[in-house]
C-alpha cells in the first residue's frame, strides 16, 4: 500500500533556528496537510495546500510557518525562528481529493524537539 | 466552539474483552465522521469511516461505529479485542462544506493484556 513518508524521524534544533519538515505524500494524490500534536494535547490542523497553493490553515499557522512543494513529490513545512513550544510531533498527510471516498493518509511523522 | 470529545484517556482490558470507545462531537452541520487508530511507532490508520447512508459503519480488523445523529455521537466497538488492538484510538470530525480539516479528539490509549 502506498504511504506518505516523512524526514527525519526526530529533529533537534536550538531555538532560534530554522527547520524544514519534508514529506513525500502519496504519488498521486493532489491535497496536502500539515498537523501537529503537542505532548500530551489533540492532533491539530496546521495547513492544508492544494494546486500549489494554501487552501486553509488555522490560527496556529502565521508568519513563522510556510509551506512548499518545491517539486512534483516533495511538501515542506518551514519554521523559521523556532521556538521551545514548537516542540511538537509533525504529521503530514495527503488525500486523493476532498469528496466522501477520499480519506487522509498520514506519514509516521516528525518529532521536532526545540532546546 | 467546534470540538470532539473522547470519553476515556486510557483504557485497559484483557484478550476477549470487548471494547466500546466513545466520542462526541459538537458541530451543527453535516459532518464527516472518522476513526483512526496508532501502532506503537506506527502512522494514523484509518480504521473506518462514515459519510452518509447506514449509521452502523464497518471498519477494518473486526471494528465497527455506530453513528447516532440524535447524541452528536460516533462511538467505536469491537467485540472481543485481541492483544495487537493494543493502540492510541482517535476519533476526528470534518465539517462538510468547510475545508478539509480534520479535528481530531484527544485519543484514547487502550491497552489489551494478554
Known amino acids: 500500500e502506498p504511504e506518505v513518508t516523512q524526514t527525519p524521524s526526530h529533529q533537534v534544533t536550538q531555538m532560534g533556528q530554522e527547520v524544514i519538515l519534508r514529506c513525500v505524500p502519496i504519488?498521486?494524490?493532489?491535497?496536502f496537510y500539515w498537523y501537529r500534536q503537542i505532548l500530551g494535547q489533540k492532533v491539530e490542523f496546521l495547513v492544508s495546500?492544494?494546486?500549489?497553493?494554501?487552501?486553509?490553515k488555522s490560527e496556529i499557522f502565521d508568519d513563522q510557518f510556510s509551506v512548499e512543494r518545491p517539486d512534483g513529490s516533495n511538501f515542506t513545512l518551514k519554521i523559521r525562528s523556532t521556538k521551545l513550544e514548537d516542540s511538537a510531533m509533525y504529521f503530514c498527510?495527503?488525500?486523493?481529493?476532498?469528496?466522501?471516498?477520499?480519506?487522509?493518509?498520514f506519514g509516521d511523522g516528525t518529532r521536532l524537539s526545540i532546546l | 466552539a467546534q470540538s470532539v470529545s473522547q470519553h476515556n484517556h486510557h483504557v485497559i482490558l484483557s484478550e476477549a474483552a470487548s471494547l466500546e470507545l466513545g466520542c462526541n462531537y459538537s458541530?451543527?452541520?453535516?459532518?464527516?465522521l472518522f476513526w483512526y487508530v496508532q501502532y506503537p511507532g506506527q502512522h494514523l490508520q484509518l480504521l473506518l469511516k462514515?459519510?452518509?447512508?447506514?449509521?452502523l459503519v464497518k471498519g477494518i480488523k473486526g471494528f465497527e461505529a455506530e453513528f447516532i445523529k440524535s447524541k452528536f455521537s460516533f462511538n467505536l466497538r469491537k467485540p472481543s479485542v485481541q492483544w495487537s488492538d493494543t493502540a492510541e484510538y482517535f476519533c476526528?470530525?470534518?465539517?462538510?462544506?468547510?475545508?478539509?480539516?480534520?479535528?481530531f479528539g484527544g485519543g484514547t490509549r487502550v491497552l489489551v493484556k494478554p
Open positions: 498527510a495527503s488525500s486523493a481529493g476532498v469528496q466522501n471516498n477520499q480519506p487522509q493518509h
Open positions: 504519488s498521486n494524490h493532489l491535497y
Open positions: 495546500f492544494y494546486n500549489n497553493e494554501i487552501s486553509e
Open positions: 458541530y451543527g452541520g453535516t459532518v464527516n
Open positions: 462514515y459519510f452518509s447512508g447506514d449509521p
Open positions: 476526528a470530525v470534518i465539517l462538510r462544506g468547510a475545508g478539509n480539516k480534520l479535528t
